[in-house]
């Protein structure tokens, strides 16, 4: 559906819009165009629009017969213009769109038509930044801005199709509309992202309901080509009061303000607050710095020893990275891992953590030690994953048996077919490769099916749990499962005696844990393995 095929989309925007025959009669005008014009009743004719006495009634007419398609500005009071669009045709009639100008504006220079989003009849980014220079010009005191952003849209368009996408994007409009009032400029940013534009005072309480209707509204099923569709929606709300000059900030404001009801748990909203326009400096400056952190050789990698219940030995060390800033400290990687992959810096990362890894594994001097390296599902987005392995086993020098990558379950939720083949060009280069984390993820079990894993790492929260017989019902079941596929089973996060001599008791072939070792530094390594040795021996 076009902008200008539906008359109730005309009449809802915030822009003077009339349809002329050529005659130049006015056929349709929405109400806006009234306004804008700032007369009481329209008149039927272009030509009837009070003009300054320096207008010739008769060389507009001329005007708007010649003009085509182009933008023709009459001057209707000192300092002040009317322009006036003449756009598409529809039924042999012409679409006219109508703006106020004012003082040191070119409006030859701007194409009303071009504000328009024709999906959905609201405005674009152009009629957002329009409206900010009218109110600046009317020296507005008062503003208020909505920032819709939906959840999961993503996802229908990956299910369903692009098409399918652009409908939803169409109801998901009506509804916004069907919420707002007729001077509240509706805007669609682009993509998913919707803006509503609020001219006058209105209580932050008043906002603030107008947030959650939408969020009602909004979390309703939608039905699109015979499939219900639930979506939702986040609101960031940020409004000026009494300062002009922040105008250009309330966009800004209300998008922290909508990562911030992300960040509390989506399909809600959250009203703007100084505190966080200082998060997003830290962040930004957090960002530099984490963008710096590999070219300034800020990371380092500690290992942590996995050992075989059965044989009382060390059979491998888990890299972990590390991120020593001068003046933050040590970072943890729950901070800054999200990030990288939010910045696509994890590539670049995760490429120097495995050489690294591989490199120092050449120096424990025991080629049955194994070295098991976190890959991000990130970094299986094409097939660079499998170069970065061979790159590295080939300057390394290191046996590729000895290396072991280790993914989550999260790396199967999109069920790619190319994410199976890098598994495969890794495996086939003889890297083994575990299931990290697991229970914690993708609840489908048919990844374990489609491809030969080496071991399933069991989720430190099942070990740490509070004991109980549903607890130990989940670690059994994982062990025998393990078990009965040929993959072997590692426990992670073991802390103590008890926790250890249970999980042997059940079978569990691996361990890994404080109880055995903290994650230490590579040169710490070889006096710990002779410590180890020692202590193995005395036991036995």
Known sequence: MSMIDSVTELEALATGIAIVDDDNVITYSNTTFARRLNIDTLPRRLTDIALAEARSRDLLEWQLRDIGESALTIEIAPGRSLTLYIGARRDGQRLVIAAIG?????????????????????????????????????????????????????????????????????????????????????????????????????????????????????????????????????????????????????????????????????????????????????????????????????????????????????????????????????????????LAEELGEIASIGRWVIRQACQQAMTWGDERLSVAVNVSPAQFADDAIVDVVRDALAHSGLAPARLELEITEGLFLEESESIMRRLWAIQELGVAIAIDDFGTGYASLGYLNSFPFSKIKIDKSFIQAEPSPRAKALISGILAMGSNLGMATTAEGIETLEQYRQLEHEGCNLAQGYYIARPMPAEQIADFLGQFRLSAAQAS
Not at 244 to 263: G, I, P, V
Request: aromatic fraction near 8%.
């Open 102 to 338: 004012w003082p040191h504006r070119d409006e030859s220079t701007l194409d009303l038509a071009a504000q328009l989003d024709p999906l959905t009849g609201f405005g674009n980014r152009l009629m957002y930044a329009e409206r900010l220079r009218e109110f600046e010009a009317l020296g507005a005191r008062y503003a208020a801005v909505l920032v819709i952003d939906l959840d999961h849209f993503k996802q229908v368009n990956d299910t369903l199709g692009h098409g399918a996408g652009d409908e939803l994007l169409v109801l998901v409009a009506q509804r916004i509309r069907a919420s707002t009032r007729g001077n509240d400029t509706l805007i669609r940013l682009g993509g998913d992202e919707f803006v509503i534009l609020i001219p006058d005072e209105k209580r932050r309480e008043g906002l603030e309901a107008l947030a959650r209707r939408l969020v009602d509204l909004l979390g309703r099923p939608f039905l699109v080509d015979g499939h219900q569709i639930n979506i939702g929606a986040s609101i960031g709300i940020a409004t000026l009061l009494g300062d002009s000059a922040q105008l250009q900030d309330l966009l800004r404001h209300a998008d922290l303000a909508l990562y911030e009801a992300k960040h509390q748990g989506r399909a809600g909203h959250y009203v703007f607050q100084s505190h966080l326009e200082q998060r997003a400096f830290d962040r930004r400056d957090f960002e530099v710095d984490l963008r710096r952190a590999l070219g300034l050789r800020q990371f380092t990698l500690h290992y942590q020893p996995q050992t075989s219940m059965r044989e009382q030995r060390v059979i491998g060390f888990e890299a972990l990275i590390r991120w020593e800033h001068p003046t933050r400290g040590r970072v943890s990687p729950l901070e800054f891992i999200p």
